[in-house]
């Protein structure tokens, strides 16, 4: 599968975004997808997975309640809502897949295979 990353931009502290992930594949719905990010000089980190069934996610706990991630399996697409941003929130955002039959929420950088090539964020205070 092949995925692209979209909806990065510039925005206010406080603002909102919304990233997309869109995926190539036949079997787009049988794969359990997630949103990570790489802050410059700091090491990749989860942010938010969705099973693929869309019945199980899970978010890092720097985004709970103010993240929330979707996905349209008949579009093939995963997406991340982003309110309240913060500037610690800037950071180079990727999606990633994984064909998964268990169906639950991926939080390991590890269990992906695939990955997309990142959207930027960035966040002004």
């Known amino acids: 599968v092949q995925l692209q990353a979209s909806g990065g931009g510039l925005v206010q502290a406080g603002g909102s975004l919304r990233l997309s992930c869109a995926a190539s594949g036949r079997t787009f719905s049988s794969y359990a997808m997630g949103w990570f990010r790489q802050a410059p000089g700091k090491e990749r980190q989860f942010v938010a997975a969705i099973s693929w069934s869309g019945g199980s996610r899970d978010y890092a706990h720097s985004v709970k309640g103010r993240f929330a991630i979707f996905r349209d399996n008949a579009k093939k697409m995963v997406y991340l809502h982003m309110n309240s941003l913060k500037p610690e929130d800037t950071a180079v955002y990727y999606c990633?897949?994984?064909?998964?039959?268990?169906?639950?929420?991926?939080?390991?950088?590890?269990?992906?295979?695939?990955w997309g090539q990142g959207t930027l964020v960035t966040v002004s205070s």
């Open positions: 990633a897949a994984v064909d998964s039959t268990s169906d639950y929420a991926r939080v390991s950088g590890y269990e992906y295979d695939y």
